[in-house]
């Protein structure tokens, strides 16, 4: 799975830094970093708001918060994993 946190100016402006520090401690706490890449990407054209812009393989997902990030993760990284 390939997880890309924007890190493009509005997304940097809502957290990405926070995002990606928040996905790179999960990946180590589930032992998932031969299942996970974590890359940063440029603007993938759809700003929030609120949040950042993450895009997990084909999906992708806006507005994602550091408040809502566990909720997130479970959701869209883990359940999708178990799933494979
Ligand atoms: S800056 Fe992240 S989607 Fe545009």
Redesign the pocket.
Known sequence: MIIQI???????LNG?QEIAELFQKAVGEYHLEHEITLAGS???????RVG??VQVDEEIY?GVTKEEFKEFFAEHVLKKIERN
């Open positions: 924007c890190v493009g100016s509005a997304c940097h990405s440029f603007c993938i054209g759809k700003c929030n950042v812009t806006t």
